[in-house]
C-alpha cells in the first residue's frame, strides 16, 4: 500500500515538472488550446467534449455517427462498457452478426447490414433473445428475461426486448435496482463518497427566494454520482451546469451542485488535467480559475493577446474573434458557435449593427426592455457558452480562454466579484437566459422566477506602454437579473450588453495634477501681482478683508483660465491621438474615469462666470466724465441794456456735442470683436451639417460622414467637450483675426473713430476704472470751437488733412489723445468733493440741504463746477494737483501695474493701444470667449445636445448684452450728468 501511494506521489510529482517545463517553453500563455471541432477529428478519433479535443478510440473501434462517441467496428461486439469506455470483442464466424444492442453475436437467417446486423424481410420483427432474454441463434420472438446473462427488458413500444441500462448491470448484476444501491435520474447507482441527500435548492438572492428546483431534484445526485463513480462525460458537464445555473457560488454547503462538483474536482486530482491547463481536470468541465483569491490580476494581465490591432494601413487588424462551445442543459455539447453573431445580445438588431460590437475600439452599447413572454417562449431551457478568443492563424489553429466574471457569484455570502480585484473569482461558463432552474413542481409548470442576464460587458484593457496595439485578454462581465414572475403580459426586464475598453489612467492623471500644480502655483502669484498692482491703484496701503476678497476674485479668474487649458489641452490630446493612430497604444477613457474632467470643466466654468460678473460690476461702476472745451462766442448782433449802452451776448455752448458723444458711447460698451449670431450658426453648421460630432463618437474611426444602417456608439464627453471647445475657440478668434485685420482697418473701427468723434466734438473724456486710475482720451479741438455750421467744420477739417493747423496730442506737436492716467490722492478727493452733493442728494431726506433741492439746479452746478477743474487741471492750472506725461516702461506693460506712485503729481501714460476699451465689452473679449465656450460646452455636457446648448448661449449673450447696455446706460447718466432721456 505504501509503494502505490508513493508511486502516485511521484507521478503526481512528474506531471507538475512537465507543467513547470511546458508552461516556461510557451511563455506561460497557460490558457492557449488547441482549436479542434468535430470535423477535425480523423478516422479513429472521436471528439471529446470534456477536452474539447480529438481522441484516438479503442481497438476494434471507430467514431459514431455523431463523432461524440466511439462504437465498435462491424462484425464486433461490446465487451464492456461502464458508459465512459467500451471493449469491444470480434464475433465469432459461425455467428458473424452482432446484436442490436452490441453487446452480443448471432446467426443471421438473412443477409448482413452494413452495420454487421442481421437484415429481415420487411414486414418481420428482427427478435435476437429469446422470451427469457437468452441470445438466439437466429431471430425470434420471444418474451424478455431480466435475469443475466439476458438482462433484457421490453423497449418502450414494447416490440423487442433489449437490455437494461448498463449501471443496472453493472452496479446490481440485474435490471432491478436492489438496496443499498440507489435508483437516480434512470441510473443504478453504487454507494459514493457523495451526500445522500443533495440540496436542490436554487438561491435568487436578489429576490431572497430560495426554488426547490424540480430540474436539480431529478438530476443533481444523479449527475453528480453518474460523474464521479463512472465518470460519465455528459453527465459531468450537466453537473457544471447546475452549478452555473447557482451562480457559480461558494459555501460550507457541500451538498448543493458547486459543492458537488467542487467535491469531484479534488477527488479527480488522480486523473490529471486538460489542454494543459491546470483549472481543467480530466473529464470535468473548466468552471473556475482555481479557488483562492488574488489570482484574477496574474490571470488578466499576465501574457497579452498574440495579436496587433491597428487601425489604418496595410497591417489594419480591428477584427475581435470570438468563438464559444455551446451545451445544453443536459450537458451534451451542441455545436462551435461564432459569437459575433449575437448569441451573447438579447437586443433584437441587425446583423451588421450587432457585428459593429466585435471591432476593436468601438466602445458597443445597446439596451432594451425584454417581454418576460417572449422570453420563456424563446429560451425554455438555457444555453452554455464557454467563450474563447479565435488566434487561428493560417493552419495553427489556437484557442485562447476568455475568463467570465459572474457580480451574482457569492463567496459564503459575500459578493466577492461587486469588491476589489483582489478578492475576485474568476469563471468560464455563462448562460443568457435561465427559465428552467425556477420550476417548482413540474418541468411543464410556469417557474416561480427566472434569471437574466441584464447586463453583459466584454472588457479589453491595454497593455500599458504599448506601440503595437497589445491588449490583454478580455474579460466577459456578467450580472444576472432575478426576476419574480407574476403578469407575464405586461412584465418586462432591462437588458444591455457592452464592450468597453480601457487603458491605465494613473500617468495621464499624474501628468494633469503636475500641470494643475505648476500652472495654479504660477496663477497665485500672478494673482498676487494684480492685486498688489489694484492697490496702489487704489492707493491703499492696507491689507483687509477687501484685499482678500479681491485677491480671490483675482485668483478665481486666473485658476479658471488653468483649468480650461489643461481641460482643452487635454480633450485634444485625446482627439487628435485617439482618432490619427495607427497602430493601438490609447484608449479614450471611460465614462467613470472622466469624472475628474467634467469636474475640471465645471470647475473652469464656475470660475469662469465668476471673474465675468466680477468684471461686469466693475464696468457697470465705473467713474465717467466728459470735459466740453467749447467756449462761448460773442453774438453777432447787439442788444440795448437800461442805461443805453451797447452790448455783445456771448452764444450760449451747445449741450448736443456732449449728448452726441455720450450716446456714442454708451453705443460702443455692448460691442464685440465677434458675431454672436455668426458665431452659434457657424458652430453648428460644422457639428451638425459637416458631421464634425461624429468625431466625438467612442470609435477609432475620423470620418464625418456615417451609413443611417451602421451602429453609432456612444459618445466621449472628454471628445465632445474637446471638440465643441476648440470649433467655438477657432470660429471666435477667426472672427477677431478678421475684425481686427481687415473690418477695422478697411470698414469701420468704432473705438478710433470714437476718438475722432470726441476731437471733432471738442470733448474729451475721463474714465476711472480704480480710485486713482483710470483712462483719459483727449479730444480738445485744435480749432478751438467745435459747435460751427457745416462750412467752417468742412474747412477746419480740410485745413487740419493739410497739417495747417496743430495736432490733435494733449502734448503739442504729438498726435497720443488717448492716455493711462494714475492720479494721486489729493485729485481724486477734490473730484469726490465736487460729487459729493449728488451723493447726498440720493441718500436719505433728512441729508438732502434743502437750499440745493432741485435736482435740475444741483446736477448743472455739479457739471459746470467738474467741468471747469477737470479742464483746468489738463491745462496744468493746479499746482497742486498738476500731471505729468511719459510712456510705460516695457516691464510695466508686461507686468500690468505702474511701478511710480503719483505722490506729488498725477501721471498720464501714453497709450496708444487705446486700453480705454478695457472697461467695454469690447476689451475683454477673451474673458467673453472663454466664458461662452465654457458655457456651450457645460450645457452641451449636461444635455448632449449641441443644438441646445447653441440657442442656450445665444440666449445667454443677449441677455447680459441687455443688463450690460440698461445699467451701463443708467451709470454713464449718473457719472456724466447727462439726462438718461437723452441716451438712446
Sequence with gaps: MATETLNTDIRRLTVMIFILIKCNSLSCQQFIISFQTVSDCVVGHFYDVSSLSCVQCGEDQRASATGLACVCLPGHRVHKSNGASLTCQRCPPEKPAVTEDGFGCIRCPGGLSEEGTCLCPQGTVRVERDLQGNPLDEARCEACNGDGPAFSLPNNNGDSCERCQASFVNTSNSCVCTPPNVLAGGLCLPPNNLPSNVNSNVNFAELALPVQSVWFLKNLYSSSSACLVFTNLTACQALGNMCVMNMHSFSSVTNDACGLFNLIFRSMAALGTTQDISYWRTNLPWLYYGDQPGLAGRVLQTDPLPIEFSFKGSKKNTDIKLISAVYDVRGEFLRWENVSGGSLQLCPDTALRQRAAYTFGTAYQESCDMSVSELLRTYPEPLFYDVFVDLSQGEARKLLAVPSLVLNQQYNGRYVNQENVKNWYLSRRVFVVDTLSGREKSMSSKPKAIRVAADIKLRFQLVPGTQKGQAFPPLLSVSYKDVFLTDLATQTVRVSFAVEYEMDQNEARKRTDIALGVMGGMAVLYSLLKTVSWKRRISSPLVDMETLLKFLLFYAGDLANVFFCITVGTGLYWLIFSKAQQFVSVLLPLPAQEERMVTYIGCAFALKAIQFLHKLILQLSVDIFLIDWE????????????????????????????????????????????????????????????GFSNLALRDPWSTLDRPPQAYKPPYSLTLRYA?????????????????????????????????????????????????????????????????????????????EAESLCGQRGLLPNTDT????????????????????????????????????????????????????FLGSVIDHAHRDMDYIVKDKLFLERVIGMELLEPNEKSIFYNDESHSFSDVLFYGNEA???????????????????????????????????????????????????????FLI
Design 631 to 690: 467756449r462761448p462766442r460773442s453774438k453777432a448782433g447787439r442788444t440795448v441794456n437800461a442805461s443805453g449802452e451797447a452790448k455783445r451776448d456771448p452764444s450760449p455752448v451747445s449741450i448736443w456735442r456732449t449728448y452726441f458723444v455720450a450716446n456714442e458711447w454708451n453705443e460702443i460698451q455692448t460691442i464685440r470683436k465677434i458675431s454672436p449670431t455668426f458665431q452659434v450658426i457657424a458652430v453648428l453648421f460644422f457639428l451638425e451639417v459637416l
Design 927 to 981: 474673458t467673453l470667449l472663454i466664458f461662452d465656450t465654457l458655457f456651450f460646452c457645460v450645457v452641451d455636457l449636461g444635455s448632449q445636445s449641441f443644438v441646445l446648448a447653441a440657442v442656450l448661449t445665444y440666449v445667454q449673450q443677449m441677455i447680459f448684452r441687455w443688463i450690460r447696455g440698461v445699467l451701463g446706460r443708467r451709470n454713464l447718466a449718473n457719472k456724466t450728468l447727462v439726462d438718461e432721456r
Design 817 to 868: 489723445q488717448t492716455f493711462q492716467v494714475s492720479i494721486s490722492t489729493r485729485l481724486r478727493q477734490q473730484y469726490d468733493r465736487i460729487r459729493e452733493p449728488l451723493g447726498r442728494r440720493n441718500g436719505p431726506s433728512r441729508l438732502v440741504d434743502a437750499s440745493s433741492a432741485n435736482p435740475f439746479e444741483q446736477s448743472t452746478r455739479a457739471y459746470n463746477t467738474m467741468n471747469r
Design 723 to 799: 471638440l465643441a471647445s476648440t470649433l467655438w475657440l477657432c470660429i471666435g478668434l477667426l472672427q477677431v483675426v478678421f475684425f481686427t485685420v481687415f473690418h477695422e482697418r478697411f470698414v469701420e473701427d468704432k473705438i478710433r473713430q470714437f476718438v475722432d468723434l470726441c476731437s471733432i466734438s471738442n470733448v474729451s473724456m475721463l474714465v476711472l476704472s480704480h480710485q486713482c486710475f483710470g483712462y483719459y482720451i483727449h479730444g480738445r479741438s485744435v480749432h478751438g470751437h467745435a459747435d460751427t455750421n457745416m462750412e467752417e467744420m468742412n474747412t477746419n477739417l480740410k485745413r
